[in-house]
């Protein structure tokens, strides 16, 4: 398993009675919770407020403005800034008791926690709710690991010191990366988030009343026929084929994607995705790096990662990028956002 930096944090419930609200209440005040009614559509669901410690420096604008710029409309959406909070994103979650839905804040500058208000069907479903609002934000990241380590290297040293803190954002759902992965093939930002809209609309069920669905299940797409398939997937045939085979993987459990704090190896998972047909390293890497947790994730041949290279003097082409950055180990992934960083792209700010 990858060396992996912990705050060592565990969160706190705090007393909320709306997750729009003023949340400025005394730390000291007993948990409280908010039943929000059942009608005949919709079972009850519950909602708390939490705080999300984390290890400072956190950088806002890239970490949250990744999630938002590559959010799939309908399953997810940024709220705007108001007078009172600086943006949130929210986005529905698949959870073992029934859909819930995660509202994630943007924190303030000298903030130390991430607000989240979450919603479950299932009160159970909470603490598996609160862990994956912190892996979406990486928010078991001590920054001051990669920080040092790419602050050795000639070429990064400058960008870290100018941006320290940056994450990778993460996903509550190996499937739902890996899925989204393949759509995003060979295509813009934008059109991989019409494709992944495209598909949520058709076979994403409602996340109760929250107007949200649920991204597709991997069952669900593993039983399209070919003629829907071919009517919801304005794709190639050959990577339309690639999507639906992963489906039938995924759906089949054969395909081991756990997170690292679960036992997950990316290694192996990368070998088992690679060994797909239509899987290059592109994808599997965006899915270690994504879902897994993988500090080490390096995606070489990414148009973002070798346009930002050639502006730093890096070679611009995969294979010869790819051995310079094994200097970067253990924090290639965190060096893949620092790149990023290095050319004007939506996922480097908050919208607005």
Known sequence: MLCRGRAGHRPRLRPHPHPLRDHGRPDHLPPVTTDLPNTAQ??????????????????????????????????EEWLPATTMYRGALRRSLRLPGGPGVVVVHVPRPDATSVRADVTTTDPADEPLAVQLCRRLLDLDLDPSLPDTALSQDPVLAPLVAAVPGRRTPGSPSAEEVA???????????????????????????????????????????????????????????????????????????????RHVDDGGDPERARAQLLALPGIGPWTAQTVTMRALGDTDAFLASDLGVLAAARELGLPGDARPLDRRAAAWAPWRSCAVQHLWGVLPHAINALPG
């Open 179 to 257: 899925l989204r992965a393949v759509l995003g093939q060979q295509v813009s930002t934008a059109a991989a988030r019409t494709h992944a809209a495209r598909l949520a609309a058709a076979l994403g069920e409602p996340a109760g009343s929250s107007g949200l669905r649920l991204f597709p299940s991997a069952a669900s797409v593993a039983a399209l026929d070919d003629d829907e398939a071919t009517r919801l997937l304005a794709l190639p045939v050959r990577r339309r084929e690639t999507l639906r085979n992963l489906a039938r993987v995924l759906a089949a459990g054969t395909l081991d994607l």
């Open 42 to 75: 919709h079972p009850p669901t519950r909602l708390v407020v939490v705080d999300l410690p984390f290890t400072p420096p956190l950088h806002a604008a890239q970490l949250f403005g990744h999630l938002a710029a590559t959010a799939v409309p309908g399953v």
